[in-house]
């Protein structure tokens, strides 16, 4: 067992006062197979964070919707891809944010991440998973301080 008795503290830095120093910033929400509503939870909570919307774009990823899980030759399994596929479409449209998927799942979260990053055009790129909503916008600020 292992027990910290002197933990770091550290002062979170504060947003700086004029909105024009802040960075611009691609939040990234991965998902390959989680429940869609727990998708819209979290991109949801991205869309109420406490910072300029004009320098904000909100990514779901969609590595379940990638072109070779659309065309499975198991016919269920393609259904079921597409159908979740125009789910989170929807989802995105409803909430104002982009919608990205690619060809194939080749090196899975990583490879969804690196190859959405070719359409992301922000500062900063934080990696916020589709089960983080809770944490977002305490985390989101901490990262974007002065």
């Known amino acids: 067992m292992f027990v910290n008795v002197f933990p770091l503290t550290r002062r979170i830095p504060p947003l700086p006062c ?46 379940g919707g990638t072109s070779q899980k659309l065309n499975d030759p198991h016919p269920e399994r393609a259904a079921a891809a597409r159908q979740r596929a125009e789910q989170l479409k929807a989802i995105a449209a409803r909430l104002g944010v982009s919608y990205l998927t690619r060809p194939t799942n080749q090196l899975a979260k990583a490879g969804n991440i690196n190859e959405s990053l070719l359409s992301c055009a922000g500062e900063a790129a934080p990696d916020h998973g589709r089960d983080k909503a809770a944490s977002v916008k305490d985390g989101f600020s901490r990262g974007c301080g002065s």
């Open 18 to 63: 004029d909105p024009g120093r802040l960075p611009t910033v691609d939040i990234l929400i991965p998902t390959y197979d989680e429940d869609v509503e727990v998708v819209y939870v979290t991109a949801s909570a991205c869309t109420q964070l406490d910072y300029p919307h004009e320098k904000l774009k909100i990514y779901i990823l969609d590595d």
